[in-house]
């Protein structure tokens, strides 16, 4: 059925009707969970597409924040070599594995997250990041070590020269060259202090440094790591050691022992914290009441969060847009009703009609959104119970979500 394709992510609707392919005219990755089912792929463009790559979109079986590619396929070596290397991109990781390297796993392009470390952490001890050398992927991989430190992994990282990327350096330097460099990978502070070096010529950057590192070091549990650590940070920025580890210290319990707030005395009104969208909404329901109506449609299938707004609103239809009949019990309804009688008329000059269309147009969407993320939980657990009618159902309302939520006009 069309519902089963489009919520597959492997195809689209097309302007003019129908379906295509998403992943036409490119190689494509097949991305398997850890028990080596495929929940997704990845496409690398063979046309002249303004996008190199592009993956799946989430699905009820993919979330990209939980899935490393290559993992299923690594598993064994890197339990046998107790390491793995992350590498970056796709082709990264066939070309090491073509080289005879089988315990690396790709991030497939995304920021990596603390569950793929996590995940990490259930096969090995040590990660060894393999990021391009250009100035994007020395960020990344300045990011993922820190991550990955806080999952209890031991990190080292290498930026290959010539802002290589494994692929590149392969094919040029050979195997061997490659698993040297990754023999004399860098531990995460020394590699922190290096790929920053252009902030350690002065004292405010040497400074700067040390904090970040300092964050990276207090996630860490093991002790003796976190003080070898230390040690590496006050050689590498030139620092005394025992001043480093004193200023480790007053970072630690500052960002652990936060102080309590004086107590202040409460007033009788909270204050206000209705935001703007909501004070121009009622303003202009006050303004014009005719337009109620067809907010109350819109609720009849929509709904308000709890709230100001929602209490406002409700007591306005209840009382047919006299505001004067309006009694309000919540002090932040109350403040919300203020705000907008006292709107200066010039504030909502612009078409009140077109104001409140465009705010129960949003109201419609986020109704849809809530109502499609309570069907993809449902979903999940239909697929947990092996529900597979439950689950046709359950796509085939959420297509009907998706369809009816593009009919809806601009916010």
Not at 83 to 100: I, K, M, S, T, W
Not at 152 to 173: E, Y
Not at 354 to 365: G, S, T
């Amino acid at each position: 059925p069309i519902w089963i394709l489009q919520e597959s992510g492997l195809f689209r609707s097309g302007e003019r009707g129908g379906l295509y392919d998403f992943f036409r005219h490119r190689v494509m990755f097949p991305i398997k969970d850890v028990s080596g089912h495929v929940v997704a792929f990845g496409g690398r463009d063979l046309a002249d597409s303004n996008a190199k790559y592009i993956n799946s979109p989430e699905t009820s079986v993919y979330r990209k924040s939980r899935v490393l590619y290559g993992l299923f396929e690594a598993r064994d070596a890197m339990r046998r070599e107790k390491r793995v290397l992350l590498v970056e991109g796709y082709f990264d990781l066939l070309r090491c594995f073509d080289a005879g390297i089988e315990n690396v796993v790709a991030s497939c392009g995304t920021a990596l997250t603390a569950e793929q470390a996590a995940l990490l952490r259930r096969y090995v001890p040590e990660v060894v990041v393999v990021y391009d050398g250009d100035a994007a992927g020395i960020r990344a991989a300045l990011r993922g070590a820190g991550i990955l430190s806080s999952a209890g992994l031991t990190v080292r990282a290498m930026v290959l020269p010539d802002a290589q990327d494994p692929d590149d350096f392969i094919k040029s330097q050979g195997s061997e060259a490659f698993m040297n460099a990754l023999d004399s990978a860098e531990d995460l502070v020394t590699f922190y202090v290096r790929m920053s070096s252009e902030r350690t010529n002065t004292i405010e950057g040497r400074t700067e440094i040390a904090q970040e590192v300092f964050e990276i070091v207090r996630q860490i549990e093991d002790e003796m790591r976190a003080d070898e650590y230390l040690k590496r940070l006050a050689r590498e920025l030139r620092l005394n050691e025992h001043i480093c580890r004193k200023e480790y210290d007053k970072f630690r319990q500052k960002t652990e022992r936060r102080p309590l707030a004086a107590p202040v005395e409460t007033p009788e009104e909270p204050v206000l914290v209705c935001s703007r969208d909501d004070r121009d909404f009622v303003a202009a329901l006050l303004r014009s009441p005719e337009l109620l109506e067809e907010v109350r449609t819109v609720l009849s299938e929509a709904s308000l969060p709890e709230g100001p707004l929602s209490t406002v609103v409700s007591g306005l239809l209840d009382n047919l847009g006299n505001a004067a009949e309006l009694r309000l019990e919540d002090p932040a309804a109350r403040q919300l009703m203020a705000a907008a009688a006292v709107e200066d008329d010039s504030e909502t000059a612009r078409d009140l009609s077109e104001l409140v269309r465009k705010r129960l147009n949003r109201i419609r969407r986020e109704t849809m959104d809530a109502l499609s993320a309570q069907i993809l939980r449902e979903l999940q657990e239909a697929e947990r119970q092996g529900d597979t009618a439950k689950m046709q159902a359950l796509f085939a309302e959420r297509i009907r979500l998706q369809r009816l939520r593009e009919t809806v006009g601009a916010a």
